[in-house]
Each structure stands twice: as structure tokens, then as C-alpha cells.
């Protein structure tokens, strides 16, 4: 089985459903998924901002968390999930942010990507953010990232909600 078969398994299992924040991932992340029979009920939607301004306007970072952090910072995926979870009606969103390659940019290494995990359940919103560098050509480096992206999903929301994962039972 694929990494896109065990998420839409993992989504279907446990009732979840995904909007992404994809930056450097470019909405491989939603591709991926959708390659997968039946996934579309379990994706609400997908953004894919580039710029600091679309991150601003269509997610609502914050210009004092990119000024203060940089695009490239758990900081600004973790704002990103945010405001997808918030302008969407899933209960999970996943963010990427970061440098593809193949240079360094103000001063961060090529590869480095950084995430954000948002779950959204009745009694609150918990946020899960890891920053990961991948070595590799840019093409190897966004499917590298997509892939970890869906790979650490499950281990997330079950930190989040143990006693709703069914994957636990």
C-alpha cells in the first residue's frame, strides 16, 4: 500500500476530513491523496500560497510571525494550518513551508521544510509543528516532503485524541 492508501484509510477510519496549506509542496499533498479512489470525501479543500502576501490574505499569518520568524519557520506552518482549518469545515489541516533548493535562502539550508499538523475537535484545536531537512534535488526534496507530511499524520492525531483513534483500539 501506498503512503496516499494508508492516509485515506486513516482518514476514513477515523472520521476525519484534510484541507492542506501547501507552500513548497506546490498541492502535491492534495494530488497525492486524490490519486486515491474515494479520497474525495475526505478532502474539504487545498491552498497553495506562495507568497507572503497570499499566506497573509488567504491564511491570515501574521506579518509580525514572518517578519519575526521567516516564510521558512515552524512559526508560519503552524499559522498556516490555522487558517485553513479556520476558513474550512475539516477538522484537519497539514502545512508546509520551506526551501526546495537548490540554494541556500537568507541563510537557511536548502531541504529544510517545515510542517504543521491542526486538528480540530469539539472540545479544542491542537497544533503539532516539526521542521525537517531533506537532502536530494528540489523534485526529490517536495516528494520527500509530501510523503512526510502524510506519514506523520496519524501519529498527530492520535497525541491529539487517543481515545477517538480507532487505529489504538
Request: proline share 4%.
Amino acid at each position: 500500500m501506498s503512503i496516499a492508501d494508508d492516509t485515506v484509510d486513516y482518514l476514513r477510519d477515523n472520521s476525519l476530513v484534510l484541507t492542506t496549506a501547501e507552500s513548497c509542496t506546490a498541492g502535491k499533498i492534495v494530488t497525492l491523496l486524490s490519486e486515491v479512489e474515494g479520497s474525495g470525501e475526505f478532502i474539504e479543500c487545498g491552498y497553495v500560497v506562495y507568497s507572503p502576501q497570499a499566506k497573509q490574505r488567504v491564511l491570515h499569518v501574521s506579518p509580525h510571525t514572518i517578519e519575526t520568524f521567516n516564510l521558512t519557520s515552524v512559526e508560519v506552518a503552524r499559522e498556516m494550518a490555522m487558517g485553513a482549518l479556520r476558513d474550512s469545515t475539516a477538522n484537519v489541516a497539514v502545512a508546509t513551508t520551506g526551501i526546495l533548493g537548490p540554494e541556500d535562502v537568507d541563510g537557511i539550508p536548502a531541504g529544510t521544510i517545515c510542517f504543521a499538523w491542526a486538528f480540530q475537535s469539539q472540545e479544542q484545536c491542537r497544533v503539532f509543528s516539526h521542521e525537517h531537512r531533506f537532502s536530494g534535488s528540489r523534485c526529490q526534496v517536495q516528494t520527500a516532503a509530501t510523503e512526510y507530511a502524510l506519514k506523520r499524520l496519524p501519529d498527530f492525531h492520535r497525541a491529539h485524541s487517543p481515545k477517538e483513534s480507532k487505529a489504538d483500539e
